[in-house]
Protein backbone atom coordinates (compact mmCIF):
# COMPACT_ATOMS: atom_id res chain seq x y z
CA UNK A 1 0.00 0.00 0.00
CA UNK A 2 1.06 3.33 -0.97
CA UNK A 3 1.20 6.54 0.58
CA UNK A 4 -0.10 9.78 -0.66
CA UNK A 5 1.94 12.19 -0.07
CA UNK A 6 0.37 15.82 0.41
CA UNK A 7 0.33 18.42 -1.73
CA UNK A 8 0.95 22.06 -0.40
CA UNK A 9 -0.18 24.84 -2.03
CA UNK A 10 2.32 27.39 -3.12
CA UNK A 11 0.26 29.68 -0.65
CA UNK A 12 1.06 27.26 2.19
CA UNK A 13 4.62 27.37 1.24
CA UNK A 14 5.02 29.97 1.47
CA UNK A 15 3.42 31.26 4.74
CA UNK A 16 5.73 28.81 5.99
CA UNK A 17 8.67 30.67 4.18
CA UNK A 18 7.41 33.98 5.95
CA UNK A 19 6.98 32.39 9.53
CA UNK A 20 10.41 31.60 9.57
CA UNK A 21 12.29 33.97 8.29
CA UNK A 22 10.21 36.09 10.62
CA UNK A 23 11.37 33.76 13.41
CA UNK A 24 15.51 34.30 11.87
CA UNK A 25 14.46 37.94 11.45
CA UNK A 26 13.74 38.34 15.39
CA UNK A 27 16.88 36.37 16.47
CA UNK A 28 19.19 37.67 14.38
CA UNK A 29 17.88 41.22 16.28
CA UNK A 30 18.48 39.73 19.44
CA UNK A 31 21.92 38.56 18.56
CA UNK A 32 22.81 42.11 17.50
CA UNK A 33 21.68 43.76 20.61
CA UNK A 34 23.78 41.55 22.88
CA UNK A 35 26.71 40.00 20.77
CA UNK A 36 30.10 40.92 22.07
CA UNK A 37 28.62 42.83 25.33
CA UNK A 38 30.11 42.08 28.79
CA UNK A 39 27.65 41.45 31.64
CA UNK A 40 28.41 41.30 35.21
CA UNK A 41 26.94 39.73 38.29
CA UNK A 42 28.28 39.63 42.08
CA UNK A 43 27.86 36.49 44.04
CA UNK A 44 28.79 35.57 47.34
CA UNK A 45 32.51 33.89 47.23
CA UNK A 46 34.96 32.13 49.46
CA UNK A 47 38.75 33.31 49.99
CA UNK A 48 39.25 31.38 47.13
CA UNK A 49 36.81 32.43 44.85
CA UNK A 50 34.80 29.42 45.51
CA UNK A 51 30.79 30.62 44.81
CA UNK A 52 28.53 29.99 47.65
CA UNK A 53 26.16 27.84 45.12
CA UNK A 54 26.65 28.94 41.68
CA UNK A 55 25.44 30.82 38.41
CA UNK A 56 23.16 28.70 35.98
CA UNK A 57 21.34 29.50 32.57
CA UNK A 58 18.44 30.40 34.81
CA UNK A 59 20.62 33.60 36.23
CA UNK A 60 22.25 34.37 33.17
CA UNK A 61 18.50 34.59 31.50
CA UNK A 62 17.33 36.92 34.07
CA UNK A 63 20.64 39.28 33.26
CA UNK A 64 19.61 39.37 29.51
CA UNK A 65 15.80 39.80 30.41
CA UNK A 66 16.68 42.73 32.42
CA UNK A 67 18.46 43.91 29.43
CA UNK A 68 15.19 43.82 27.47
CA UNK A 69 16.65 41.00 25.64
CA UNK A 70 13.91 38.22 25.65
CA UNK A 71 15.62 34.93 26.46
CA UNK A 72 14.67 31.62 27.60
CA UNK A 73 17.81 29.58 29.42
CA UNK A 74 17.17 26.47 26.87
CA UNK A 75 19.40 29.02 24.36
CA UNK A 76 21.88 29.71 26.31
CA UNK A 77 24.97 27.11 26.62
CA UNK A 78 27.22 26.35 29.78
CA UNK A 79 28.72 22.93 28.28
CA UNK A 80 30.37 22.76 31.78
CA UNK A 81 27.46 22.97 33.85
CA UNK A 82 27.00 26.01 36.35
CA UNK A 83 29.72 28.43 36.94
CA UNK A 84 31.13 27.92 40.44
CA UNK A 85 34.16 29.96 40.44
CA UNK A 86 34.44 33.72 39.92
CA UNK A 87 36.04 34.80 36.28
CA UNK A 88 35.42 36.11 33.06
CA UNK A 89 33.77 33.06 30.93
CA UNK A 90 32.64 33.65 27.38
CA UNK A 91 29.37 31.99 26.52
CA UNK A 92 26.90 31.32 23.54
CA UNK A 93 23.56 32.23 23.78
CA UNK A 94 21.84 30.48 20.76
CA UNK A 95 18.71 32.05 19.70
CA UNK A 96 18.38 30.49 16.29
CA UNK A 97 21.26 28.20 14.71
CA UNK A 98 22.38 31.23 12.48
CA UNK A 99 22.25 33.91 14.85
CA UNK A 100 24.54 32.65 18.21
CA UNK A 101 25.52 35.57 20.16
CA UNK A 102 28.81 35.43 21.99
CA UNK A 103 29.04 37.16 25.57
CA UNK A 104 31.48 37.85 28.22
CA UNK A 105 30.16 37.31 31.84
CA UNK A 106 31.96 38.49 34.75
CA UNK A 107 31.56 36.64 37.84
CA UNK A 108 33.11 38.67 40.54
CA UNK A 109 32.48 37.99 44.89
CA UNK A 110 29.68 39.47 46.59
CA UNK A 111 31.48 42.03 49.24
CA UNK A 112 28.92 43.25 52.18
Do not use: C, W
Not at 19 to 26: N, V
Not at 65 to 79: A, G, Y
Request: hydrophobic content about 40%; aromatic content about 4%.
Amino acid sequence: MERKRKQHSDEEIMVRFLGQEAILKEAQEKQLKIDGQIFKIEQKAGMDGRLFGSVTTIDIARILNEQKVPTERSHIRLPNGPLKTTGEYLIEVVYHHEAVAKITLQITALIE
